[in-house]
């Protein structure tokens, strides 16, 4: 107000201001635009090159220790990967031979393979693999291949796989038959009392996935051995290791001897990674010998020289660096099959590099345009996995994050000049991948506040916001146990869309200099209790442990008549309790062999603490593995639910349980998404009984609702986090560590909104959950958005690893300057009072309608879903249709 007062007395309207524009922002090189021309042209396609060589290389050397055998194997499938290089790129390398590929791990997981092979082999389409499969829906557009066609098999609704290739996979597939990671892990899992309890909860997807579907991600890659050192020098770190430690327990009579085997394995896979370089700038030079053209044929040579380089040295120029980091980034996500191997604060740990570069007369446009392509390679990973992973849960996206700001070493801001070249490079260059996230911390420069600001609001989705003191206080609270000091917490950043990882500085001497860089040191921060639908355990609770729609006793009936509001709950607790024990014995187990067989080869390499130990991550050679979690769903919708319950049914007696029940089965009267094909939570088609429950359902919908400042509502969301703060850490996981709470929403709001029937706050059955955790339901924020933070900042966010706040705007709410510092304050509001992360989508819902009905004119669209960026064309029609009507704030 003061300053709309001081701009009125010197003649300057609202109107005026808005109508003042930031700087145009510049076309993205060529370079870029030419690929990206063949990148939306592009199906997501899956071969067998890679499997081939490791499942060739792993059978070659059986008998060899594992860990030795399992380093070999990963090396052959990245020495013998086909180089593919485009005329114009600058930055090499892809997950496969195809510029977006990806590849199956059947030493993870065969059985689908196995029990398809008939169908594969004749050329049909497989069905689903599972219940969660089943019910998952992919986008039908972009790359996605969701039917088979001509001479291309569909596999898992997303990949393509050509039928020349089918034969490969099934023979290979078999040599794993029985004993994967699944096969063995299933084997020792059936001797567990619960286990039939276990196969009814993942029948009714309660629970989303098991972990060995994605076992490593949702942490933060560190670039710094290779940086530091280069592979030359890292192979003679390793001989020096394997001379002090071969033949000797150093103390410890459990893992001291397997120091030596861990040295001769991270020899393996150095030799594989500096293969692979090689094989590039091979190609390179073999393009370059052929190409009449001369500027290509200087580019030719210019790659050729890089991977050179990379392949034997530390890297000596910001190019270099980068391709350095990429080269290692595809390697790790290479070894398994996983989503979320974030970047982490590469324009910090780059900045050395960067900074030299400069000086010595390269262009900022040089630099933006290798972040340019640098963008494209990342949003061209894939996972390779089940629909109900690849469509239910990641919506095509394998959320390569890449955070900036934060804090250094020092505690002063860590902003450095290449992240505002970061930020520029993702508003020319429109990309999915890598995601951005601001770290925001109040010591942060204005400018660089502004910019990102400037880019959140171009509709792109990123970058979104990070509260950095939140952040901070979370490692101390869950780290600190293991040694968390404040240094190393000034080190963390995103791991996965939205996962909080630990991470640590490094020394990196480059340039005459000493710079402190930051980089992860956990293990997979997530990998533990996969997507729990908490208003599914609510429903079981009413229909007493029946799931109505599969109809299957999910639970033990409870045979209460539920008399309080307590009881209620408390009941709730108890299938919740019954769900978590049993799904995390599985899934420890599940990792346990996991670890056993298919130890991270790459990633063991990479961190610092395993290397010097001498340990793989599965040893927990790690330097902070309390790093497991319990991942939540569907928040807000349960806790409406509960709201709508006590009031209705326990507060004004109004309404039996019973009653509420009833209407409830009976979806209020109304079609069900089932039937209707609208995923939309605010979609009502009424039947024949719509009149019968027409009063109730006013009541459900006018119950008390998160999101308004209203106690009765909020109340109930403090409370569900103080339980869940003491009840979780009574869950260990296997490494022996308490586990934590976790809350996203991915896509998974979509597929259990989906196998969840009507609930008390008036949603529907088969809509979609409300998305993120303290989002509000779309509709049910009345009172505006600061409302809505008062709400959601009822708990201390930092007792959780992350909370999920997803925003959408209206363009004209922001436009110009003004608009970019209104969309800045209200992030900075939100992170004083305490919020974790808050993320937008800056689009009018009539553009994505439109979009909706015509996709193919809009293959570039891309909204924020939740903790990722995703083109609009390939999202499922349950989550485009919760996106759309969420709330759009017209003001801010």
């Not at 990967?81 to 510029?99: D, F, R």
């Not at 569907?634 to 029940?661: C, H, P, Q, R, W």
């Not at 998305?771 to 930092?798: C, I, M, Q, R, W």
Request: charged content about 20%; some cysteine.
């Amino acid at each position: 107000m003061k300053l709309q007062e001081i701009l009125k007395a010197r003649g300057i309207t609202d109107e005026q201001l808005k109508e003042v524009q930031e700087q145009d922002i510049p076309a993205a090189a060529e370079s870029f635009q030419r690929i990206m021309d063949i990148y939306y042209l592009l199906k997501v396609t899956a071969d067998m090159e890679s499997a081939y060589w490791y499942n060739r290389v792993w059978w070659e050397n059986d008998g060899d220790l594992l860990e030795v055998r399992r380093a070999k194997a990963v090396a052959a499938s990245l020495a013998h990967s086909t180089p593919t290089i485009l005329p114009y790129e600058k930055l090499v390398m892809n997950k496969t031979k195809h510029l977006r590929g990806a590849f199956p791990f059947p030493w993870v997981c065969a059985s689908f393979f196995n029990s398809l092979a008939e169908s594969l082999m004749e050329e049909a389409e497989a069905p689903a693999e599972n219940e969660a499969d089943s019910v998952s829906v992919v986008g039908a557009g972009g790359g996605n291949v969701t039917e088979s066609y001509g001479e291309v098999i569909s596999i898992a609704k997303k990949f393509g796989m050509r039928k020349e290739d089918i034969p490969v996979l099934v023979k290979v597939s078999k040599y794993w038959d029985g004993i994967s990671v699944e096969d063995i892990s299933t084997k020792y899992a059936k001797t567990l009392p619960g286990f039939e309890q276990f196969q009814n909860i993942m029948d009714s997807v309660l629970v989303m996935f098991d972990s060995f579907a994605i076992p490593q991600g949702r942490e933060v890659m560190n670039y710094y051995m290779p940086l530091q050192y280069g592979f030359d020098g890292i192979l003679e770190l390793c001989d020096e290791k394997i001379a002090k430690t071969m033949g000797e327990a150093g103390g410890d009579g459990v893992l001291g001897m397997s120091r030596g085997y861990y040295y001769a394995a991270m020899k393996e896979i150095v030799k594989g990674l500096s293969q692979w370089c090689e094989n590039y700038a091979r190609k390179a030079e073999d393009l370059a010998s052929r190409e009449p053209d001369e500027a290509y044929k200087k580019n030719y040579l210019e790659i050729a020289q890089v991977m050179h380089n990379i392949a034997h040295k530390r890297p000596s120029t910001f190019r270099e660096a980068l391709q350095m980091t990429l080269c290692l980034h595809l390697g790790v996500v290479n070894e398994d099959p996983q989503s979320g191997q974030s970047i982490g604060r590469l324009g910090q740990v780059l900045q050395p590099f960067y900074e030299k570069d400069i000086a010595d007369g390269t262009t900022t446009e040089e630099v933006v345009e290798l972040l340019e392509l640098y963008r494209i390679k990342i949003t061209c990973i894939e996972c390779f996995a089940s629909a109900g992973v690849s469509g239910g849960v990641l919506s095509s996206n394998t959320f390569n994050n890449l955070s900036l700001g934060g804090q250094n070493y020092d505690g002063l801001s860590a902003v450095t000049p290449l992240e505002y070249l970061i930020i520029e490079a993702g508003m020319r260059a429109q990309t999915p991948q890598p995601t951005l996230s601001i770290l925001y911390d109040e010591k942060l420069p204005e400018d660089f506040l502004m910019k990102a600001a400037a880019c959140t609001k171009l509709g792109i989705g990123y970058p979104a916001w990070m509260n950095n003191q939140v952040g901070m206080n979370f490692m101390l609270r869950q780290y600190g146990p293991e040694g968390m000091d404040l240094y190393d917490a000034r080190a963390w950043c995103l791991g996965g869309c939205l996962e909080s990882a630990p991470g640590c500085f490094l020394p990196l001497e480059y340039n005459g200099k000493v710079t402190m860089i930051p980089g992860g040191v956990s293990p997979t921060c997530g990998t533990g209790i996969h997507f729990t639908g908490l208003p599914k355990v609510l429903e079981l609770v009413l229909t007493n442990g029946v799931d109505k729609r599969t109809g299957k006793q999910v639970f033990p009936p409870h045979n209460k008549k539920l008399e309080t509001f307590d009881e209620l709950l408390d009941q709730w607790k108890e299938y919740l309790d019954i769900s978590n024990r049993i799904v995390n014995k599985v899934n420890n187990i599940q990792m346990d062999v996991w670890r056993k067989y298919n130890m991270p080869a790459v990633n063991s390499l990479l961190k610092p603490d395993c290397f010097k130990k001498g340990q793989h991550i599965g040893n927990c050679g790690a330097r902070y593995n309390a790093c497991i979690n319990f991942e939540s769903c569907g928040t807000i919708t349960f806790i409406n639910s509960l709201a709508s319950l006590k009031k209705n049914v326990y507060d004004t007696k109004k309404y039996t349980l019973e009653e509420m029940t009833d209407a409830m089965l009976h979806n209020f009267g109304f079609r069900t998404a089932y039937d209707t094909g609208v995923f939309s939570p605010d979609y009502h088609e009424s039947t024949d009984d719509a009149q019968k429950y027409a009063e109730i359902f006013a009541d459900c919908i006018n119950a008390p609702k998160y999101g308004n400042a209203d106690p009765y509502a909020d109340q109930l969301l403090r409370d569900y986090h103080m339980y869940l703060l003491h009840y979780l850490p009574t869950l260990e996981s296997f490494f022996g560590k308490p586990e934590y709470l976790c809350q996203i929403s991915v896509s998974t709001h979509g597929t259990q909104g989906f196998i969840t029937l009507a609930t008390a706050d008036g949603r529907l059955a088969g809509t979609t959950y409300s998305d993120g955790s303290v989002s509000a339901a779309p509709g049910t924020d009345k009172n505006g958005v600061y409302a809505l933070f008062e709400s959601a900042t009822v708990y201390d966010h930092s007792q959780n690893q992350n909370a999920q706040m997803n925003l959408k705007l209206h363009p004209s709410s922001v436009q110009g300057v003004q608009g970019t510092r209104k969309l800045l304050e209200l992030v900075r509001t939100y992170m004083r009072k305490g919020g974790f992360h808050v993320q937008f989508n800056v689009i009018s819902s009539d553009t994505l309608k439109e979009a909706q009905k015509t996709p193919d004119q809009y293959r570039d669209l891309m909204v924020r879903v939740a903790g990722f960026t995703q083109y609009w064309c390939e999202i499922g029609k349950p989550i485009q249709d919760e996106v759309i009507y969420r709330t759009e704030y017209e003001e801010v």
